[in-house]
């Protein structure tokens, strides 16, 4: 990879389901160390985006490349074993699997489970450790998304996709998952973010792009995004002044 090159790069993306045109064009980058953002609403192609990125929907056309390959035709577990995991919306974790086997299956295109690694998944999440001979299903939503990120990190990626992390969560568990991507950020994984969550997104990422119905319409950094009266009418939740006539 040149010195030059975006650790990610999505190209003119077009994915359909069937006759329902979901991404319409979508150009996005991400450098290595950055933390990106993709807000947008309900419906916007956020999920959509990642999952094709991550080998999960074809591209009807368009391009990805990761570490300067191109990516947009490589099956799923190929793209895991070239550094790319996806903590996906939902939380999906195995419910009928304890903790740490759960842990284990994310480690599955290594031959041997990293114990160092899995260490550092227990501090990064120390519920994890407590609770690790714990069936996943009978974990509470926020103790299954912490489970659903630490799944992704053990196969030891470099760029962690993460689809909605702070969904469904009460506020100080909010506050701790945001905190927890700070610290993956901080130990070299690269993040490309999807949220809801505008503004606690955009105070934690470099960078952000906005989608609407398929289409990138704002990109810029966090602080041009908050600052944009555009963004925080749309997804800030300030309401626009009041017209008085
Ligand atoms: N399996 C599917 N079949 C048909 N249409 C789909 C399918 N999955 C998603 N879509 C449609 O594609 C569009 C984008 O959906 P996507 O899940 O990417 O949105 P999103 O931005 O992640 O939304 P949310 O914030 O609600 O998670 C929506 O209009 C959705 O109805
Ligand atoms: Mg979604």
Known sequence: MKNSEAL??????????????????????????????????????????????????????????????????????????????????????????????????????????DMERLKWIYELFPRLEERRKQLAGTLSGGEQQMLAIGRALMSKPDLLLLDEPSLGLAPLLVKAIFKTIKEISQAGVTVLLVEQNAKAALRLANRGYVLEVGEIVFSGTSKELLESEKIQEAYLGKKAKADIH
């Open 8 to 113: 990610l790069r999505i190209e003119d993306l077009v994915v359909n389901y069937g006759s329902i045109n979901a991404l319409n064009g979508v150009n996005i980058s991400v450098d290595r160390g950055e933390i990106v953002a993709i807000l947008g609403a309900n419906g916007a192609g956020k999920t959509t985006t990642l999952r094709s990125v991550s080998g999960l929907l074809p591209a009807k056309s368009g391009f990805i490349y990761f570490k300067g390959e191109d990516i947009t035709k490589v099956p799923a577990h190929k793209i895991v074993s070239l550094g790319m995991s996806h903590a996906p919306e939902g939380r999906r974790v195995f419910k009928t699997l304890t903790v740490e086997e759960n842990l284990f299956l994310g480690a599955f295109t290594k031959k041997n489970v």
